[in-house]
Nanobody, 124 residues
Framework: QVQLVESGGGLVQAGGSLRLSCAAS????????MGWFRQAPGKEREFVAA????????VHADSVKGRFTISRDNAKNTVYLQMNSLKPEDTAVYYC?????????????????WGQGTQVTVSS
């Protein structure tokens, strides 16, 4: 089992920045792919970014490219999502997820473990 705990959400004005953290504990592995997803009220959960623990290669959704950056600190077993130039449409609950399965990193069904989510609200 792997436990994921997100933190760092909050209320910010448009154009501002936040950094989300996802601390992993339990049976962690360098084989994991870690992802960030978000879900706004009334909408489906959508892919934001993903990173491989081993090697650190990353993928970002087109909607956040150039504004958000995913990274990891192996020593701390923590994944980060740096969010800059935030827009009101970025308002959502942000979830961290972990996967050992093959497949597309943007596919929610690939992920075995999920955090509880952290609310991000961007005011205009």
């Amino acid at each position: 089992q792997v436990q994921l705990v997100e933190s760092g959400g909050g209320l910010v004005q448009a154009g501002g920045s936040l950094r989300l953290s996802c601390a992993a504990s339990g049976r962690t592995s360098s084989s994991y792919v870690m992802g960030w997803f978000r879900q706004a009220p009334g909408k489906e959960r959508e892919f934001v970014a993903a990173i491989r623990w081993s090697g650190g290669s990353t993928v970002h959704a087109d909607s956040v490219k150039g504004r958000f950056t995913i990274s990891r600190d192996n020593a701390k077993n923590t994944v980060y999502l740096q969010m800059n130039s935030l827009k009101p449409e970025d308002t959502a609950v942000y979830y961290c997820a972990g996967s050992l399965k093959p497949g597309s990193v943007s596919d929610t069904s690939r992920y075995d473990y999920w955090g509880q989510g952290t609310q991000v609200t961007v005011s205009s």
